[in-house]
């Protein structure tokens, strides 16, 4: 399984996975982590982001929030949305991968400036 989440500081899980700096790539196999990559981005534009990360063998997204149109995008490119994460990159994998990291349904509503 490899797991993509967005950070800004290879840390933290960063809230805005659309104006993240890098998504780290975090590859997992029977409930550990076996290794940790970082790809950079390219410029957010609607529907970029889900099939930039299919592309690169994601299988989850974990992140705080996001738009109703992009979990149905991420959806579509087989990808599972986990919502409501926030701090640490590592402590939200663990959780995630002890199946105590459930989505928050926390939909991002409103609007950005694109």
Same mark, same amino acid.
């Given at each position: 399984?490899?797991?993509?989440?967005?950070?800004?500081?290879?840390?933290?899980?960063?809230?805005?996975?659309?104006?993240?700096?890098?998504?780290?790539?975090?590859?997992?196999?029977?409930?550990?982590?076996?290794?940790?990559?970082?790809?950079?981005?390219?410029?957010h534009e609607?529907?970029?982001?889900?099939?930039f990360l299919?592309?690169?063998?994601?299988?989850?997204?974990?992140?705080?929030?996001?738009?109703?149109?992009?979990?149905?995008?991420?959806?579509?490119?087989?990808?599972?949305v986990i &919502?409501?994460? $926030? +701090? =640490?990159?590592? #402590?939200?994998?663990?959780?995630?991968?002890?199946?105590? &990291?459930?989505? $928050? +349904? =926390?939909?991002? #509503?409103?609007?950005?400036?694109?």
């Open positions: 399984m490899r797991i993509g989440v967005p950070t800004n500081d290879r840390t933290s899980v960063e809230a805005h996975f659309g104006h993240c700096k890098e998504f780290a790539l975090i590859d997992c196999e029977e409930g550990a982590v076996k290794g940790t990559s970082y790809v950079n981005p390219p410029p609607p529907g970029v982001m889900p099939r299919a592309e690169n063998g994601a299988d989850v997204i974990l992140c705080g929030g996001m738009g109703q149109m992009a979990v149905n995008l991420f959806k579509e490119n087989n990808i599972d &919502l409501g994460a $926030t +701090g =640490s990159i590592d #402590e939200n994998v663990a959780v995630f991968l002890s199946g105590n &990291l459930e989505s $928050t +349904g =926390s939909v991002c #509503e409103h609007h950005h400036d694109h």
